[in-house]
């Protein structure tokens, strides 16, 4: 059974930092692409982080980037996501998720085709 599931939310303080981790199961995890969405309430999910197969390349979008970090660990099954410098507006469920195969786009949720069940972040001022 492919599996893919979060833990490492919480509530915080802006300005702090997180580490979300996704563990997943159920298939070869270092042949498939990752990412990371969120969805904030009355809100689209939104894509926040991409990494490839080794690590080597990965993609955020303008609003986040240089504030969260993706990285995985093929050994552990692990694909980990830091989220530094927290504000309000990163308040969401993250997600995490497997892209896939076969295709080279990652920055829809169709692009993506196994799921968490999510994990809680949210930054009080």
């Known amino acids: 059974q492919v599996q893919l599931v979060e833990s490492g939310g919480g509530l915080v303080q802006a300005g702090v930092s997180l580490r979300l981790s996704c563990e997943a199961s159920g298939y070869t995890f270092s042949n498939a692409r990752m990412g990371w969405f969120r969805q904030a309430p009355g809100k689209e999910r939104e894509f926040v982080a991409y990494i490839d197969w080794s690590g080597g390349t990965t993609y955020y979008p303008n609003s986040v980037k240089g504030r969260f970090t993706i990285s995985r660990d093929n050994a552990r099954n692990t694909v980990y996501l830091q989220l530094n410098s927290l504000k309000r507006e990163d308040t969401a469920v993250y997600y995490c998720?497997?892209?896939?195969?076969?295709?080279?786009?990652?920055?829809?949720?169709?692009?993506?085709?196994?799921w968490g069940q999510g994990t809680q972040v949210t930054v009080s001022s």
């Open positions: 998720a497997r892209a896939r195969f076969g295709r080279t786009t990652f920055a829809r949720s169709v692009d993506y085709d196994v």
